[in-house]
């Protein structure tokens, strides 16, 4: 674009010209979170605002959603492209279903205020930052361009909860509470990893140069990593069965059935004796 003064004709001939040169090729916010919502609202009636159905309407349904994922990938893929990648997203929706299944089953036994799996599909962001992740991880491996990133943006908007659709993320995963929870994209969780909220799984540089190494951690299987810990750093390896405490600031690997904690000082006066000295400023 032009640096100096521009009349209101020329900026929008500027605008236009832009907006041809990028061919409408990005699917909108609002239409991915409506394909996320259609979808997840099929595979859980917990989600949806329409009855159960019979199997010819579940049937509809089913093909609603495959046809909207292909009108989504028509400005990149091109019509017979774009079907051609929703039928095969839509072939792998029974082990999506199954997987998001023990995920849910995980989050009710991982917290014991979680009551049921209907509570935990309708109102835990944890299970809804899970589903979308599936979604947009199949997506990504079938090589779709910037549609996965953008699910997993609408699940950060309504969760809170960052991951990363290149992530690689196993069987019965359980997040409690959420929020905060960033996981880069080629981080590796194994089976029955649980993580809670203010968890960062990150990359120890961002330079650009090392787009395409692994940069992001590895939690092996049943690992426990607690609140507002940080492990950094794609050698880093937690061993499985190691629980990573609260606040952990993690940039190395630790073996198997490690506990790797924080230490710090809490101190406990009354209010009377501090009065004379200022421990802290805001």
């Known amino acids: 674009m032009s640096t100096g003064s521009t009349t209101g004709s020329e900026f929008a001939r500027e605008l236009a010209a832009s907006s041809r040169s990028r061919g409408g090729s990005l699917?909108?916010?609002?239409?991915?979170?409506?394909?996320?919502?259609?979808?997840?609202?099929?595979?859980?009636?917990?989600?949806?605002?329409?009855?159960?159905?019979?199997?010819?309407?579940?049937?509809?349904?089913?093909?609603?959603?495959?046809?909207?994922?292909?009108?989504?990938?028509?400005?990149?893929?091109?019509?017979?492209?774009?079907?051609?990648i929703s039928h095969e997203f839509v072939d792998v929706l029974p082990q999506m279903h199954v997987a998001l299944g023990l995920d849910a089953a995980a989050i009710v036994a991982?917290?014991?205020?979680?009551?049921?799996?209907?509570?935990?599909?309708?109102a835990y962001p944890g299970f809804m930052a899970i589903a979308t992740h599936r979604v947009a991880n199949r997506l990504h491996h079938l090589g779709i361009p910037v549609l996965p990133r953008l699910l997993s943006e609408v699940a950060h908007t309504k969760t809170g909860i960052d991951i990363h659709p290149g992530a690689s993320i196993g069987r019965s995963f359980c997040i409690d509470h959420g929020t905060g929870i960033v996981i880069g994209e080629t981080a590796v969780i194994g089976d029955e990893v649980k993580i809670y909220q203010g968890v960062t799984l990150g990359a120890l540089s961002v330079a650009k140069a090392a787009a395409g190494t692994k940069r992001h951690p590895t939690l092996q299987d049943r690992v426990v990593v607690y609140a507002n810990a940080t492990v950094l750093g794609g050698d880093t390896v937690?061993?499985?069965?190691?629980?990573?405490?609260?606040?952990?600031?993690?940039?190395?690997?630790?073996?198997?059935?490690?506990?790797?904690?924080?230490s710090s000082q809490v101190r406990v006066r009354k209010v009377p004796e501090a009065q004379d000295q200022l421990d802290f400023v805001i």
């Open 27 to 84: 699917p909108l916010k609002r239409e991915v979170s409506d394909f996320l919502d259609r979808l997840l609202g099929l595979l859980f009636p917990q989600l949806s605002e329409e009855s159960v159905g019979t199997v010819e309407e579940i049937e509809v349904r089913l093909q609603l959603v495959r046809c909207d994922l292909a009108r989504l990938l028509r400005p990149t893929f091109g019509q017979v492209r774009g079907e051609e």
């Open 110 to 122: 991982g917290d014991p205020a979680a009551e049921s799996l209907d509570e935990v599909v309708a």
């Open 238 to 262: 937690v061993g499985h069965d190691s629980v990573v405490g609260g606040n952990v600031w993690l940039t190395q690997s630790v073996p198997p059935y490690s506990l790797v904690y924080h």
